[in-house]
């Protein structure tokens, strides 16, 4: 049975600007929210929006995300006619090729969306955090018999230069292209989402593949090379929210932005974002835990005060110990007497009796996974 | 473990929980905010290294079956074995009442297997424990029966089975007994035997008109077959009455013994249910408690149980009770000594509250 639209996920980035985060593992395997790691929100929006066949490119430090994904059933995604397919770079007869760029990455697996034989194919960066049923935008592509249709969302005109920017006209047309401008012609930037009719698809990335002064990306060599051949190119507008977690300031106030009365997004209703779990009890709240506008997950034993946070998995916090508007990740110990402020603690730390992890505003502190932090031998108790 | 394989009885008498299980056995009793009374027994059973479990199914079949579904989130969807479904038979004429007839009707499942022992646990008693040890123990004694048991570590107004042993660990009494005093041997409903002698006993207590397993297959045949006795020294809780649910929940939240069920052994499995994590607002309070992912909770909660998706509004107070699934209580509501069963509602400023030692029960889909 044919395919009819095939998702590709781009998860090959290191994610450089996540520093310590994504020394071990790859960015769309960041843990996130509590619960999910950021390559959930795409692969629960393909599952969700009845796209069951999903290529993940794979490349920088892939280990823990392979092993994250496993077959695809946490997402509902292990089907007879289907499935999660993990796709590193591989070795041919003339020679092995990294991923050089996001549209050389899918131009090496054509082969692969050959073989699936789609109608039209997905391509989503693994980098964002939102809901999104991508059936609407495959619908409005049929529609508008576009070639080719990019996912857009306004932005506030202050930030619009940040992004690459669509400008369409009134029935939805892409006219125009500019990236990172200085000053922007319209607010609508590109998601990084993008719907082709495959065999249109395949023409541009061979192309693009022959021409050796292309950097092989999607955003600066393919869209504006189709552009420039007056191609069908369609702007599907997004409302809702959508955040970028590239940074560890902007990761560290996406988890923030969980914790409002009413979060951003349903994180339990009907679109259920889907995460591969461990078996867990619920978590143990102790006689003298103070937990107030915060998250927290299963496994976990809190006896101390947590306020403004977001709380993973097997976390344990001692019953002296504060921790304030900090995201605190898997099994990570927080001992007596700790002072944990505006920070991030990823997986398996331990922060010793007496430590103190304090960030601010703008400079948000970071403990690596694995890593001990002993008290300061001249601690001085925070005001 | 590969020689053993496992049966797990859903049949209870439960006429002193009735409330609880007017439409589930005692096994599919929701427990510790994310479990069923079932998940302890069966999740001993595959971490000992069980793969071929056979679930003797009682009347009330449904929840059980939409818990348990293929087996997978206990690692029994499997190609060879995994988990089989045992109903009851299906022309019932009501003579020989009781689970014996269930095992009768079912030895074909048992003697198609290959397994060289077989283990019987009940769905309706809380431990976490690895079998392996009880069948060393098994072969080291040359028993022809290994019963486990547990010292009782407080009286108990529960019916159950006592023990007495000799030194050697042999089994010199069993006895049915309507309560349970401190220190007493009390069977944990875990049987350790080869498959013939299950069959051979099933078989002829059976054919010879008995009703129960215990009664008739073991207590009448001790002076053929020597029975040993197996002591299992973690946690233990009988659910077998409203008293012995409420009290085993309360257990839960004593941190040595979360630890001891949850932490320090191998993983208790339930059905998955992929939740969002608990939303903990400005305005909530909780202390000495149990919740579960997907509660949303802007009240005060002290020494309870919230099961997931349960909406702790602001101004409410629960205390010392048992809130199950996408429960919702209101602003300003109270709870105090009770167990909601799930989907109950109790609306604003509504009070129930039940005495310590009797809690107040209300039944699913109740609005209050």
Same mark, same amino acid.
């Given at each position: 049975m044919k395919t009819s639209c095939l998702a590709m996920i781009l998860a090959g980035g290191q994610g450089s600007r996540l520093g310590v985060l994504t020394k071990k593992i790859a960015k769309p395997a960041v843990p996130f929210g509590g619960k999910y790691r950021i390559i959930d929100f795409p692969l629960s929006n393909c599952a969700n929006s009845g796209i069951h066949r999903v290529g993940v490119l794979t490349q920088y430090r892939p280990l823990e995300l392979h092993n994250y994904l496993g077959n695809g059933s946490a997402w509902d995604l292990d089907r007879k006619d289907g499935g999660v397919f993990i796709l590193p770079p591989y070795a041919r007869e003339k020679g092995a090729d990294w991923y050089k760029g996001t549209a050389d990455a899918i131009y090496q697996n054509l082969n692969f969306i050959e073989a699936a034989d789609p109608? @039209? $194919?997905?391509?989503? %960066?693994?980098?964002?955090? &939102?809901?999104?049923?991508?059936?609407?935008?495959?619908?409005?592509?049929?529609?508008?018999?576009?070639?080719?249709?990019?996912?857009?969302?306004?932005?506030?005109?202050?930030?619009?230069?940040?992004?690459?920017?669509?400008?369409?006209?009134?029935?939805?047309?892409?006219?125009?292209?500019?990236?990172?401008?200085?000053?922007?012609?319209?607010?609508?930037?590109?998601?990084?989402? @993008? $719907?082709?009719?495959? %065999?249109?698809?395949?023409? &541009?990335?061979?192309?693009?593949?022959?021409?050796?002064?292309?950097?092989?990306?999607?955003?600066?060599?393919?869209?504006p090379r189709m552009l420039a051949d007056q191609a069908r190119l369609f702007a599907y507008s997004f409302e809702g929210y959508w955040k970028?977690?590239?940074?560890?300031?902007?990761?560290?106030?996406?988890n923030m932005d969980l914790l409002q009365d009413k979060p951003p997004f349903e994180m339990d209703g009907e679109w259920r974002i889907h995460s591969s779990n461990l078996s867990l009890p619920p978590h143990y709240m102790g006689p003298e835990a103070r937990v107030t506008s915060s998250l927290v997950n299963e496994g976990s034993v809190i006896l101390g005060e947590v306020e403004n946070s977001v709380i993973f998995p097997g976390v344990r916090i001692a019953r002296t110990a504060r921790v304030h508007n900090s995201v605190v990740m898997p099994f990570t110990t927080i001992g007596e007497g700790t002072l944990v402020e505006h920070a991030i603690v990823a997986q398996n730390c331990v922060i010793a009796g007496g430590a103190q992890v304090i960030g601010k505003p703008g400079a948000v502190k970071v403990v690596p996974e694995g890593e001990t932090v002993a008290a300061a031998a001249n601690n001085q108790q925070a005001g | 473990m590969k020689s053993v394989m496992g049966l797990v009885n859903l049949q209870k008498k439960d006429t002193l929980i009735k409330e609880l299980t007017e439409n589930r056995p005692i096994a599919s009793i929701p427990f510790a905010g994310r479990y069923r009374i079932i998940d302890f027994a069966l999740s001993s059973m595959v971490n000992s290294g069980i793969g071929n479990v056979g679930v003797l199914l009682p009347e009330k079949s449904r929840s059980v079956l939409d818990h348990l579904r293929s087996g997978k989130d206990w690692d029994l969807a499997r190609h060879h074995d995994g988990l089989c479904y045992l109903p009851p038979p299906i022309t019932d004429d009501?003579?020989?009442?009781?689970?014996?007839?269930?095992?009768?009707?079912?030895?074909?499942?048992?003697?198609?297997?290959?397994?060289?022992?077989?283990?019987?646990?009940?769905?309706?008693?809380i431990y976490n424990m690895d079998f392996s040890n009880v069948l060393r123990f098994h072969q080291n004694t040359g028993a022809d029966i290994t019963m486990v048991y547990n010292v009782a570590s407080r009286d108990d107004p529960g019916a159950g089975v006592v023990l007495e042993t000799a030194e050697n660990g042999l089994v010199t009494d069993i006895a049915l007994k309507p309560a349970i005093r401190e220190d007493e041997k009390v069977s944990m409903c875990v049987y350790l035997m080869t498959r013939q002698v299950f069959i051979d006993l099933v078989r002829d207590a059976f054919e010879h008109g008995g009703c129960d397993f215990l009664l008739d297959a073991v207590m009448r045949q001790t002076k053929d077959y020597t029975v040993y006795g197996y002591a299992h020294d973690g946690y233990v809780a009988r659910i077998t009455s409203t008293i012995s649910y409420y009290q085993a929940s309360m257990d839960v939240l004593e941190p040595e013994v979360w630890e001891e069920l949850f932490l320090r052994q191998a993983s208790v499995y339930t059905k998955i249910k992929d939740r969002a994590p608990v939303q903990y607002k400005e305005t909530a309070r909780v202390t000495n408690s149990l919740v579960a992912n997907g509660c949303i909770v802007r009240g005060e909660v002290d020494h309870s149980?919230?099961?997931?998706?349960?909406?702790?509004?602001?101004?409410?107070?629960?205390?010392?009770?048992?809130?199950?699934?996408?429960?919702?209580?209101?602003?300003?509501?109270?709870?105090?000594?009770?167990?909601?069963?799930?989907?109950?509602?109790?609306?604003?400023?509504?009070?129930?509250?039940g005495a310590p030692n009797y809690p107040l029960i209300v039944g699913k889909n109740i609005v209050i």
């Open positions: 109608a @039209y $194919v997905l391509v989503l %960066s693994g980098d964002h955090i &939102y809901t999104m049923d991508y059936s609407w935008m495959l619908d409005a592509h049929k529609q508008n018999k576009a070639e080719a249709t990019i996912g857009v969302i306004e932005v506030p005109w202050t930030e619009a230069p940040r992004f690459g920017i669509m400008n369409m006209d009134t029935a939805g047309r892409i006219v125009d292209f500019e990236e990172k401008p200085k000053k922007p012609k319209s607010n609508f930037a590109s998601m990084g989402i @993008y $719907v082709f009719t495959t %065999s249109f698809l395949q023409r &541009y990335l061979e192309a693009d593949a022959k021409n050796s002064h292309s950097s092989h990306d999607f955003g600066k060599d393919i869209i970028d977690v590239g940074t560890i300031e902007s990761l560290w106030q996406a | 009501g003579t020989q009442p009781g689970n014996l007839k269930n095992c009768y009707y079912n030895l074909d499942f048992i003697n198609h297997s290959t397994e060289k022992y077989i283990l019987l646990a009940n769905g309706s008693v149980i919230l099961f997931r998706g349960v909406e702790i509004e602001k101004g409410v107070k629960v205390k010392n009770s048992i809130i199950m699934q996408c429960c919702v209580l209101q602003q300003n509501a109270l709870a105090e000594n009770v167990i909601c069963d799930k989907n109950v509602v109790i609306t604003r400023d509504k009070w129930l509250k």
